[in-house]
Structures are given as structure tokens and as C-alpha cells.
């Protein structure tokens, strides 16, 4: 059974920082791709950024350059979303993904798994 579990969400002041961790079980991590995607209230789900876990490959969505930065831990099965100099419109719901195969392409209909979702909220 695959799973991905999200953690490390909670509630920061703009400019503030986070870091998100997806821990995935049941899955070949070494092939495949894990991405995060956020949904904000009344909003449809936004993919963030992606990191192909065979060759390391990664991709960011204009908002986040900058900001945002993927890693993985191929040994720990684990891909963090570390957030920096974040803004109110950060705020939702942040979901890991994964994508048996290996899509960067940030669109939900790539991704065959995902996790429950952690809540970032950003105050201004």
C-alpha cells in the first residue's frame, strides 16, 4: 500500500519560514517523481513544484522561484518543501503527490498518489 504522509504545516507571520516533509511508504522512490501542490479556499488545486527522484531533476512554479525548494532524502524516503520569505497568498493546503511516472509536469492528473494535505497558513 502506498502512502505519503505530510507534516510540518502550522501557522507562520509573512516573511516567516517553513519546512514541509513528505514521508512515502510502499512506493520505488528511486524511480517516479514526488511533487507538492497547495489549494487555497474556493481555489483549484495549484502544483508547486516536483523533483524526479531518479535524476534529480526539479521544476518550480513561477510564484515560488525563489522562495521554495525541493529536496529529497532517497535513504529516508522523504521530500521536503522548504518555504522562506513567505506571503499571505501561500496560505492552503499543501499536498505531496507522487507520479509513477516520473511527470514534472505540475497537473493533479499526473500524479497517482497523495497524501492528506497539511495546512499552512500565512499571516499578514
Known amino acids: 500500500e502506498v502512502q505519503l504522509v505530510e507534516s510540518g504545516g502550522g501557522l507562520v507571520q509573512a516573511g516567516g519560514s517553513l519546512r514541509l516533509s513528505c514521508a512515502a511508504s510502499?512506493?520505488?522512490?528511486?524511480?517516479?517523481?514526488i511533487a507538492w501542490f497547495r489549494q487555497a479556499p474556493g481555489k483549484g488545486r495549484e502544483g508547486v513544484s516536483a523533483?524526479?527522484?531518479?535524476?534529480?531533476?526539479?521544476r518550480y512554479v513561477d510564484a515560488v522561484k525563489g522562495r521554495f525548494t525541493i529536496s529529497s532524502d532517497n535513504a529516508k524516503n522523504t521530500v521536503y518543501l522548504q518555504m522562506s520569505s513567505l506571503k499571505p497568498e501561500d496560505t492552503a493546503v499543501y499536498y505531496c503527490a507522487a507520479s509513477r511516472i516520473g511527470s514534472l509536469l505540475l497537473h493533479p492528473k499526473w500524479f497517482d498518489y497523495w497524501g492528506q494535505g497539511t495546512q499552512v497558513t500565512v499571516s499578514s
Open positions: 510502499g512506493l520505488s522512490f528511486a524511480d517516479g517523481s
Open positions: 523533483v524526479h527522484n531518479g535524476d534529480g531533476r526539479i
